[in-house]
């Protein structure tokens, strides 16, 4: 082997040539670095403002879905504005970054200085402070002023709002309130139709049920501006009032037929008690030829008896 090695030709040796093609882990360089390192030298807090182009096409629900996010933020804004936004009970809340309790706060105590400081809202203030009677959340009946009031109210709303978000966003789920404890018997369950035989008894009840009659209204002469007649009787709107009136009138047209009978009687009697006059016999034929011929008028004593 030593022999082979030491018999062989320096000129012989060949040298063997790396591919340049070919990277290793020496001559490879990471790819885009550069722009890499030059994104990095950007303004990492510069607003950059991205066109259509960059973006491309928005489908519609994209758009529709943005709106109503932006219109779910403007009623937040305003909620908590008006003092209406309330915070978790932990404490932790992510959906506002300023203090609007205080915001309302200074609002309220600039508004009150504005109040004092101009002489043309005095009457808005002696309203405010005004003592009237409201009705509390326990049903009691109390006294106190308008702005009172106004505040009552707004807490009422905001405690409403708060229980309705603790029910929504809840992490566990309320304690059914129809629970059953201990042995118990669900008769229900061996008479399945005891359900069908309610609902068909409720449908029976508002088929039979009688409709209320609508009240009683009658003709109001003052709400038409027209010429009445003569014989026009404006009757009460007072049941009991009217109910008299019509009474008095159906006694005076009774005793205005009566009195009319005894007059047509009266005038009947009269007409029998007179002579009654019998009419003329009529002229013979010699006695309307003499007439007819000297154009004579007709007389009484050509007429014979």
Not at 107 to 126: K, R, V
């Amino acid at each position: 082997m030593a022999d082979s090695f030491s018999s062989a030709k320096p000129g012989n040796t060949k040298q063997v040539k790396s591919s340049k093609g070919k990277s290793d882990i020496f001559t490879a360089h990471n790819r885009n670095v550069k722009k890499r390192a030059a994104r990095d030298l950007e303004d990492e807090n510069g607003q950059r403002h991205q066109t259509k182009d960059d973006l491309g096409a928005v489908s519609a629900a994209d758009l529709h879905r943005s709106k109503r996010r932006m219109e779910e933020k403007v009623r937040m804004y305003n909620a908590m504005k008006r003092g209406e936004f309330v915070k978790r009970d932990d404490g932790f809340d992510d959906r506002g970054l300023v203090d609007f309790d205080r915001k309302w706060a200074q609002t309220q105590y600039n508004q009150d200085d504005s109040d004092l400081s101009d002489q043309s809202e005095d009457d808005d203030a002696q309203d405010a402070n005004e003592i009237v009677e409201y009705t509390d959340e326990f049903g009691r009946l109390r006294k106190g002023t308008k702005k009172e009031v106004e505040k009552e109210e707004r807490r009422s709303r905001i405690q409403a709002i708060a229980n309705e978000d603790a029910e929504q966003f809840a992490a566990h789920p309320q304690m059914p309130t129809n629970v059953i404890y201990g042995d118990a018997v669900q008769h229900q369950a061996f008479n399945p139709d005891r359900t069908i035989a309610e609902q068909m008894a409720e449908l029976v009840k508002k088929r039979d049920k009688s409709a209320t009659p609508p009240p009683a209204t009658h003709f109001d002469a003052n709400a038409e501006i027209r010429t009445k007649g003569t014989a026009f009787y404006n009757f009460s709107h007072h049941a009991t009032e009217r109910e008299r009136e019509m009474a008095e009138l159906e006694k005076t047209r009774l005793e205005t037929e009566r009195i009319r009978k005894e007059k047509t009687a009266e005038l009947q009697k009269q007409n029998s008690t007179q002579p009654v006059s019998t009419p003329a016999a009529p002229l013979n034929e010699d006695a309307k030829r003499f007439l007819d011929e000297f154009e004579l008028p007709e007389r009484e004593e050509l007429r014979p008896t």
